[in-house]
């Protein structure tokens, strides 16, 4: 036993100093629910068939249960006496360069942190709190898949996880508000600036503007309805946080804290974030343990605030205007992780003449395979897409002509599995499914 623990002891000292600096994050993160997690599961294969990677793939490193055990075996072999004593007959690894190697695959390119396993998991594992812990482990390595981190990095230098110049942002609203004022034939109407003392200071994800511009329309019509006091900034808008995906706590407090501070500075209300799944989870759930503090305001989605302007007859709408058949996508960090649930089904009742449910749904639904930042991860490319089939024979089956979904990662995930998989669909935002549906209010003379 002597002999051994001397092995040991060879085999801890000759940890890289990136290794040792990642083991010490784990040892930080080791309170009661961390340490629930990592000793709860008791194998019963209930994961795999909830994992959308691993019933595509039937790679069995994929079911998370064998994510949990990589964790796992790290905490004992440097956390447990046991796994320093006898780490082969407890299941510890080395945390070596093949183990290294084999996290990196495991936690970023086969797992979106969708949270289905959890949902079924016979104990209730925490999958993606430990995924992402592993995460964090990779951060304090910097060995982030590079596709990630660079739109992590986007996000802390420019603003925004795309790099758009404050210039050009402006110039897009500035565009959409002329076409708002010309659609709706009132020029009082608009898109408003950094105006201070709003209800509202809505969020984008930067890829409206840069792509989707008609997603931003048409919440600027939902507004003009409802005749909403509300703002855009053009400085802090980026309603995203990839730092939650990435498992990077510094980056993803401080792009929570500029939130807080572009709300004060503009001494607005309510934060209303835009159609984005983790954006949801991480400002109205995660945030506030980033910053060590509550909200000095409100935070929510823009989907339960058009509930809102629906129920109080803010806004009139026509269902007829929508008479293609509907589905829904639930994204899974508003719905698993978030709670937004029946609101959108509410919603989108509203607006279309013909919804039909996706089976399964709600908690159940399967991911569509865009989340956990896998959209930026390039290397994982072929996995996402052939991991979505079984999103796509979701939809296939529902018979509809529309894919409806309160989240753009969503959105562009489904867009190539719609071209892939020749699916003949389109996809739409809840925002724009409403505004289509708008009965404006005809003008006095």
């Known amino acids: 036993m002597a002999g051994e623990k001397v092995i040991i002891m060879a085999k801890n000292n000759s940890l890289t100093e990136k290794q040792k600096k990642a083991l010490k994050l784990l040892k930080s993160r080791l309170n009661g629910r961390l340490l629930t997690h990592l000793n709860s599961c008791v194998h019963c294969g209930l994961c795999g068939e909830s994992c959308h990677y691993y019933l595509a793939t039937k790679n069995k490193n994929f079911i998370p249960g064998k994510k949990v055990d990589i964790v796992s075996s790290i ?25 290294v190697e084999e996290l990196i695959d495991i936690v970023f390119g086969a797992c979106s942190m969708c949270g289905r ?125 990839y730092a939650y995906f990435s498992g990077d706590d510094k980056g993803a407090k401080e792009l929570t804290e500029r939130l807080c501070d572009e709300m004060s500075k503009l001494e607005a209300k309510t934060l209303v ?83 039909i449910e996706m089976m399964p749904n709600r908690a159940n639904n399967f991911c569509c395979g865009g989340g956990g930042g896998q959209l930026a991860m390039s290397e994982y490319a072929e996995r996402r897409i052939k991991s979505g089939k079984i999103k796509a024979d979701q939809i296939r089956k529902t018979g509809a002509k529309i894919v409806a979904t309160p989240c753009h990662n ?21 925002g724009e499914l409403v505004a289509d549906a708008l009965v404006l209010e005809e003008k006095s003379n």
Request: hydrophobic share 40%; glycine share 6%.
């Open 117 to 241: 396993c959890s949902v079924h998991c016979s104990i209730g594992v925490d999958v993606p709190y430990i995924v992402r812990t592993a995460r964090s482990m990779l951060v304090e390595m910097e060995l982030v898949s590079p596709g990630l981190q660079s739109t992590v990095d986007a996000a802390i230098n420019t603003g925004n996880n795309m790099g758009i110049p404050r210039d050009e942002f402006v110039d897009t609203l500035e565009w959409l508000s002329e076409d708002l004022e010309m659609e709706v034939e009132d020029e009082d109407a608009s898109i408003p600036l950094d105006k201070k003392g709003v209800d509202i200071l809505y969020t984008l994800n930067p890829r409206e503007p840069k792509f989707f511009p008609l997603s931003i329309s048409a919440i600027a019509k939902i507004y003009y309805a409802a005749k909403e006091n509300w703002t855009l900034s053009t400085n802090v808008y980026d309603v995203t946080n």
């Open 273 to 355: 974030l835009a159609e984005c799944g983790h954006g949801y989870r991480a400002i109205r759930w995660e945030g506030p343990n980033w910053i060590e503090r509550p909200y000095p305001f409100k935070v929510i989605s823009v989907v339960e605030l058009i509930g809102d302007y629906i129920r109080s007859c803010r806004i009139k709408l026509d269902p007829s205007l929508n008479k293609l058949p509907v589905t829904l996508h639930d994204p899974c960090n508003m719905v698993r992780g978030g709670g937004v649930i029946e609101v959108q089904r509410f919603v989108i009742k509203n607006a279309v003449e013909n919804f």
């Open 410 to 430: 969503c959105i562009d995930q489904l867009m190539e599995l719609n071209k892939e998989y020749q699916l003949g669909v389109e996809i739409k935002t809840i």
């Open 75 to 99: 905490y004992q072999r440097y956390h447990t006496l046991a796994g320093k004593v006898a780490p082969r007959l407890y299941g510890a690894k080395d945390f070596n360069d093949k183990t």
